[in-house]
């Protein structure tokens, strides 16, 4: 069955920028649309946007300008970068499988990887 | 933006009892209302999805209902392992957007 990993640094400086990856295994990337979403500790989830495997993104209004989601289907993996980041950005990242089949819903999650912006 | 709101934010309750949950839409989302369950520590779990249909393996005391902006989110009979947050998400639009969820626990 199809699993996501969540892979990047735990630990980024304010100001500096936060880069993570997800690697899907147990199906092909070039289907479905692949998000982020993330969860400061205590608090509720936040969607930051999704990628198709064709490079279309959409973005969350709120992170737009410091968000950039990209592909790579060679190795079936897709990627977050969030710039400037401060320690409002200080949560639980998930990737997760988006399927438009299922109305919007995010049906597959990867186990999440809390990354904290402190100098 | 579409907000979601749910209600309560929190309720105890025994093993047994019937639990509801309710998610309101800001506008409606026809059936694009999806629900979760998160525990302590893992990533959400997606139980009912499209309003009404139930996700694979997830047991059938879990049930959704609702339509527009008004959807419902009920477990017949409350067991130990329900004992989670639940969240309610829209996709009819981005930006996807989740209620504030709801913590069950114990009475």
């Known amino acids: 069955q199809v699993q996501l990993q969540e892979s990047g640094p735990g630990l980024v400086k304010p100001s500096e920028t936060l880069s993570l990856t997800c690697t899907v295994s147990?199906?092909?990337?070039?289907?479905?649309?692949w998000s982020w979403v993330r969860q400061p500790p205590g608090k509720g989830l936040e969607w930051i946007g999704y990628?198709?495997?064709?490079?279309?993104?959409n973005y969350n209004r709120s992170l737009e300008s410091r968000v950039t989601i990209s592909v790579d289907t060679s190795k079936n993996q897709f990627s977050l970068r969030l710039t400037s980041v401060t320690a409002a950005d200080t949560a639980v990242y998930y990737c997760?499988?988006?399927?438009?089949?299922?109305?919007?819903?995010?049906?597959?999650w990867g186990q999440g990887t809390l990354v904290t912006v402190s100098s | 933006d579409i907000q979601m709101t749910q209600s309560p934010s929190s309720l105890s309750a025994s093993v047994g009892d019937r639990v509801t949950i309710t998610c309101r839409a800001s506008q409606s989302i026809s059936t694009f209302l999806n629900w979760y369950q998160q525990k302590p520590g893992k990533a959400p779990k997606l139980l009912i999805y499209a309003a009404s249909s139930l996700q694979s393996g997830v047991p059938s005391r879990f049930s959704g209902s609702g339509s527009e902006t008004d959807f419902t989110l009920t477990i017949s009979s409350l067991q130990p392992e329900d004992f989670a947050t639940y969240y309610c998400q829209q996709g009819y639009s981005t930006p996807r957007t989740f209620g504030q969820g709801t913590k069950v626990d114990i009475k």
């Open positions: 997760a499988r988006d399927s438009t089949a299922k109305l919007g819903s995010f049906d597959i």
């Open positions: 990628i198709d495997y064709s490079g279309n993104t």
């Open positions: 147990g199906g092909s990337i070039s289907v479905y649309y």
